[in-house]
């Protein structure tokens, strides 16, 4: 069993609240109608611990701290967004490193590498009434959890929303749909395909209701590197069985606070 507790600074939380308050957990809700310029971003400071991991009959202690910078632009111009955005980190350990005497990583558990910048958001969308189109490296527009898509993981290819959300109601009916490849941080050309159904209905300005339901499907998934590949069932480094996702959300919303 992994013992780990997660510790951020005080100092920290409060010179980093400002950016931290641009992560929303559904990117269809961060937009700030009638700012045609705007910088935003987001940032993050952990520092966690491990305690007594029994590794070839010994219990080990292992550290590490991890720094996150993802500043980015938006620019809109009437139905036009154009946004770009870069990922920058730093850790005191290198997760891609092979351990001593081997010649590559035998695991890696992170979706990110700790030393590295790189290109992190690079999309154009347009909107059209209620047809919303997008397309490059993109916020994901379903509304999933962490448990089925990590909020740091960028899409890259193209999605397209049907919505129905009249100015000032708080309700919101939309269809999404969305087709992307090699959307990982390290190397690969698997493909993701899917769609989902969103209902959001809000009672006042601290209360709502959002019910959504999104199937996912991968395809290629052998061109993942076997370092990322995890706890997927594979035989000769190829899956068994088949990776597709059902997924139903329900999230009540009372004072701001899920």
Not at 74 to 96: H, I, M, T, W
């Amino acid at each position: 069993m992994r013992r780990a507790a997660s510790v951020v600074a005080p100092l920290a939380v409060l010179a980093l609240a400002s950016l931290a308050a641009a992560q929303d957990p559904a990117a269809v809700y961060q937009q700030q109608p009638g700012k045609a310029f705007r910088f935003a971003g987001d940032s993050l400071a952990r520092y966690e611990w491990t305690r007594d991991i029994p590794v070839d009959d010994e219990l080990i202690n292992d550290d590490r701290y991890v720094l996150q910078a993802r500043p980015r632009i938006e620019l809109r111009a009437g139905p036009v967004e154009l946004g770009v955005g870069g990922a920058f980190n730093y850790s005191e350990k290198e997760n891609d490193l092979p351990p001593e005497g081997f010649d590559e990583p035998q695991l890696i558990r992170d979706n990110f590498r700790a030393r590295d910048a790189r290109l992190d958001l690079a999309y154009a969308k347009v909107k059209a009434g209620p047809v919303v189109v997008q397309g490059g490296r993109f916020f994901m527009p379903i509304p999933f959890t962490e448990m089925i898509w990590d909020r740091d993981l960028r899409p890259q290819g193209g999605a397209l929303t049907l919505q129905y959300a009249p100015q000032g109601s708080g309700t919101r009916i939309a269809l999404h749909g969305i087709y992307a490849t090699g959307s990982h941080v390290f190397e690969e050309e698997s493909i993701l395909y899917g769609g989902g159904v969103e209902l959001r209905f809000a009672s006042g300005q601290d209360s709502s209701l959002q019910l959504a339901g999104s199937y996912l499907q991968w395809e290629d998934l052998d061109t993942l590197q076997p370092q990322i590949q995890r706890q997927n069932t594979r035989l000769a480094g190829v899956f068994l069985n088949d990776y597709k996702v059902v997924d139903l959300v329900a999230r009540l919303t009372r004072g701001g606070q899920l």
